[in-house]
């Protein structure tokens, strides 16, 4: 097929006002032009002031109908496209829009932007544009209407094409080449005129018209129009499609593996893989007899010793829990089964999980007797669980003692003993962790004293064994050492013990055990919390290490006020605060006979809390129970 261009100073192709700049021919069969912009523009009042069309009129080359869509901008606009000359067509499309905001950029679906095909064998075209209401509702953002056919993939739609199509002019068209009017096979008849003439060459037929195209076989690169237009391409330099050895071969490449190895090399094929061998094989059996009777052994010696240390493990956990007293316990309780709430018995791994094996941040105090911890059970119960130092078997009387004078009491201000730990060396208390406030324990106390079946001394009243909780409700704990009283006697003889600061001096020399011992222990309580101090503090001068004998002589010289803690004396309401300390004063008489009885102490501080209470005692005092341990 013959064609003429004319250069100077750019090519054209065709000629007159129906010709077109030529961009660029490819040996694909591609040649590309510049084809005008179809447009028509309106002002605010709806008349055009500017009306252009676009057409391209060729002879030989028909326009790329899989190359080039005819594409349409405006929000008011409707555009067709048509042949000029030779068979009739006409194809187009509406785009319409009422305010920018619904445009979306990159999107020729209908709203701002519309794009259609074009018929195969098209060798000209007309384009114009029209518009429905002449663009007056949407002049503030789209005056134009535009129309144009362009190479597919150019163009990407911007809503700022709405205004003037960002002033571009021109787009670029495809438009299919081919030699001659003929197919290949005909042309291939006539050797002198076929134009494929590089050794390594083929010919395809056109697609979109008559004639054909020359191009390099599949490993060559390379004008096919030459004689020795096609070379071949090292894919071994340029992509090695092996994963193996490489051999480039004119128009392909073979892979190989090495020595040892198969497959057929490819990258996207089998690979390489080492061939099996037989004598391979029976050198792998014996280290892997080996290796596995060795893995075998050790597992089974880990089974048995694992074994033999779980039967220790169980006799150790026996011997403890009848080292612990465990046989004395269950005797002790079956003697008072039916009067009594049984306790539970509770395993060494339940108490260490509970308390994250004993974590120091889990310790809520320290006494002459253990350590008590938070625990947490997996019903999501929140308990106190006592550590006890018991080093040897004279102190296992007094252990048994603690849980039997635990289970005779059912009070809201005790501890509620719900079970034990015999399992482990030393023996664990588990305690209720609800905690109440310090005025409460009085109450407690009295109950303890009165109101249980025998009478209960505690003997080691002190501000580390009242628990509070978060609503600062008083638990009463460690009833260690503590003495069941028979109802005929009003007295005991014992060996001397509790804590010194809030021990009784009256029992601490006649070594008599009554009630009144409790209550100078609760007075030394009340001081701690009038004062803010400790009971015993041997980093204060001599004079002032025992809190009680210091706050006696206060009250005797009238000093009180230099003596309270500050929080409490600013708050004002001495009268009160001057009740307390009488009260707390009477407690540490030197003589039993001259203390009120617990009861009596009772009574008196709930009914100092009827009366507006001061910050050492104002709190929540919420009714409901929780349950401790």
């Known amino acids: 097929m013959s064609y003429c261009l004319d250069c100077p100073p750019k090519p054209f192709l065709g000629q007159g006002n129906a010709s077109a700049p030529v961009l660029n021919i490819s040996l694909d069969g591609e040649l590309r032009v510049s084809s005008s912009i179809a447009r028509q523009c309106y002002n605010a009042s709806g008349l055009i002031v500017e009306d252009r069309s676009s057409r391209l009129v060729l002879t030989k080359f028909p326009i790329s109908n899989t190359r080039n869509r005819f594409t349409v901008v405006g929000c008011d606009t409707f555009a067709a496209i048509a042949r000029t000359r030779g068979q009739n067509f006409t194809t187009g499309c509406l785009s319409l829009c009422d305010q920018i905001d619904n445009v979306a950029n990159g999107s020729c679906a209908g709203i701002g932007c519309c794009q259609t095909m ?34 597919e993939g150019f163009y990407n ?32 008849n006539n050797l002198t005129t076929y134009a494929c003439q590089a050794a390594d060459s083929e010919c395809s037929n056109s697609s979109n018209g008559p004639g054909y195209r020359c191009r390099c076989k599949t490993g060559f690169q390379g004008n096919a129009y030459l004689v020795d237009g096609c070379q071949d391409i090292d894919e071994c330099r340029t992509s090695n499609p092996c994963s193996g050895a490489c051999h480039n071969s004119p128009g392909s490449v073979f892979c190989s593996c090495p020595e040892g190895f198969e497959g057929d090399g490819m990258r996207n094929g089998t690979g390489c893989h080492r061939i099996a061998n037989t004598g391979d094989e029976k050198r792998l059996i014996i280290p892997l007899s080996v290796t596995i009777s060795l893995l075998v052994l050790i597992v089974g010696g880990c089974w048995i010793y694992w074994g033999v240390q779980k039967r220790k493990l169980i006799k150790l956990k026996e011997k403890f829990f009848e080292q612990n007293g465990g046989v004395m316990l269950q005797q002790q309780l079956s003697k008072h089964k039916g009067s009594i709430e049984t306790a539970r018995i509770y395993t060494a791994e339940e108490l260490k999980k509970a308390t994250k094996n004993y974590h120091e941040s889990r310790v809520l105090g320290q006494g002459g007797y253990g350590t008590v911890y938070k625990g947490l059970f997996p019903d999501n119960k929140v308990v106190a669980i006592k550590k006890s130092k018991i080093c040897d078997q004279s102190q296992i009387e007094q252990f048994i003692n603690e849980v039997l004078v635990l289970t005779q009491i059912n009070h809201r201000n005790v501890v509620k003993l719900l079970g034990c730990c015999l399992e482990t060396e030393h023996p664990h208390f588990v305690w209720e962790l609800r905690l109440k406030v310090a005025a409460e324990t009085a109450g407690a106390l009295a109950y303890s004293h009165s109101a249980t079946s025998m009478p209960i001394i505690h003997r080691d009243v002190k501000t580390t064994n009242i628990l509070l909780d978060n609503s600062y409700t008083a638990k009463v704990s460690d009833f260690g050492a503590s003495r069941l009283v028979p109802l005929d006697q009003t007295q005991l003889t014992t060996l001397v013990q509790g804590t010194l600061g809030y021990l009784d001096p009256e029992y601490f020399h006649s070594s008599q055990l009554t009630e009144k011992g409790d209550v100078y222990s609760l007075g030394v309580v009340l001081v701690e919390l009038l004062t803010g101090k400790q009971a015993l503090a041997f980093d204060r001068p001599e004079k002032e290490r025992n809190l009680a004998m210091v706050f006696v002589s206060s009250m005797k010289e009238d000093q009180l006020l230099e ?25 540490l008489s030197v003589r039993g006979e001259e203390r009120p009885t617990m009861k009596e102490v009772a009574t008196e501080l709930e009914g100092l809390r009827v009366v507006e209470k001061h910050p050492w005692v104002k709190v929540d005092l919420g009714s409901e129970e929780t349950e401790r341990t």
């Open 118 to 151: 074009i018929p195969r064998g098209m060798r000209n075209f007309g384009a114009a544009v029209g518009s429905l209401e002449n663009h007056t509702t949407v002049s503030s953002f789209n005056p134009c209407s535009f129309a144009f056919l362009v190479e």
């Open 563 to 587: 003596i309270l803690d500050g929080r409490i004396a600013n708050e004002g309401n001495i009268q009160q605060i001057q009740q307390v300390a009488e009260l707390a004063k009477r407690c």
């Open 157 to 188: 739609f911007s809503t700022a094409d709405l205004i003037d199509l960002r002033n571009k002019d021109d787009m670029p068209v495809v438009l299919d080449w081919a030699v001659g009017n003929v197919t290949c096979q005909e042309a291939q």
